[in-house]
């Protein structure tokens, strides 16, 4: 029997599939119980592989990422876009000393400006 032959009946065992008498004269499952397993199994790869293509074309990724690789992208990016978000709130908040700057205050809009900017892991 091959690995996922194994796999198949013992699952099938514990969850209360019979072994029958089969043609050759050994007890097995059916093949048909195989068959559908195999089916099933299919069905669920390339629903996993569709997945696994969507997110792939989602980050910008080639297809040539092993997985860690990938894996490590995908982190990147994120960090990328948290950060991309941080700035956006940051310039949301200049937004609102901007009257301040405009009024004359120009040097506590620029201070406060760059208070804003400064924790920045780029900087």
């Given at each position: ?53 969507g997110i ?65 892991p780029?900087?």
């Amino acid at each position: 029997m091959n690995t996922t032959k194994d796999r198949i009946y013992q699952l099938a065992m514990a969850n209360g599939f019979k072994p029958k008498l089969q043609p050759d004269g050994t007890m097995d499952l059916n093949p048909y119980v195989y068959q559908f397993a195999d089916n099933l199994l299919a069905d669920e790869m390339k629903s996993l592989f569709d997945l696994l293509w969507g997110i792939r074309k989602a980050c910008g990724d080639d297809g040539k990422r092993m997985q860690d690789e990938l894996v490590s992208y995908i982190a990147e990016l994120k960090a990328k876009a948290d950060t991309f978000d941080e700035l956006n709130t940051r310039i949301a908040k200049c937004s609102t000393v901007s009257g301040e700057v405009l009024r004359g205050e120009m040097v506590v809009g620029l201070e406060y400006i760059e208070d804003l900017l400064e924790p920045l892991p780029f900087r």
